[in-house]
């Protein structure tokens, strides 16, 4: 039983070690979709390779479920750590407050404001191509799918107390 979680910490390990060398540096290991897909693929696998090991060795539902947990643990940590560091306002303003300490040059920066609309397209072109969003024309609109998908983020933050921001 030691081996098996010896080998799950591994095989996290591993995957974690393959990002930093390889992925990160491709094209779709920038992506959400592309990061999104590692990681989910990677469960998968993990998945089906740990049912297979408990079924052969007659472990027990259990132990898998704990492995999948793990590797759930490991890949929300990781995915919430890789959008956080994906261009933030924050992290680009620290970083020119420790480049340049002058307020006033400061506020020159348009490099944010290019930051900002550079995100703002690729999350349209991300929601577009998960069809959760239509354009038209000058309009941007959402879709039967979106709208069931906005409705819930609402539901959810009414729930918790968090707030929606209207603009």
């Given at each position: 039983m030691k081996y098996f979680l010896l080998l799950s910490v591994s095989y996290i390990l591993s995957h974690f070690v393959l990002y930093i060398q390889f992925v990160r540096r491709s094209s779709w290991g920038k992506t959400e979709r592309g990061i999104f897909r590692y990681h989910f693929y990677s469960v998968l696998g993990f998945g089906a390779s740990v049912l297979a090991l408990c079924a052969f060795y007659k472990f027990g539902t259990g132990l898998w479920i704990s492995a999948l947990a793990f590797h759930g643990i490991y890949s929300l940590s990781f995915l919430e750590l890789w959008?956080?560091?994906?261009?933030?306002?924050?992290?680009?303003?620290?970083?020119?407050?420790?480049?340049?300490?002058?307020?006033?040059?400061?506020?020159k920066l348009s490099q944010l404001q290019k930051l900002g609309d550079f995100k703002i397209e690729r999350r349209l072109a991300s929601l577009s191509g998960l069809q959760l969003i239509r354009a038209q024309e000058k309009n941007i609109t959402l879709t039967f799918?979106?709208?069931?998908?906005?409705?819930?983020?609402?539901?959810?933050?009414?729930?918790t107390g968090g707030e929606i921001l209207k603009r």
């Open positions: 959008s956080l560091s994906q261009g933030s306002y924050s992290l680009q303003l620290l970083e020119s407050i420790g480049n340049e300490s002058d307020l006033s040059q400061l506020r799918a979106g709208a069931i998908l906005a409705s819930f983020f609402r539901l959810v933050a009414e729930l």
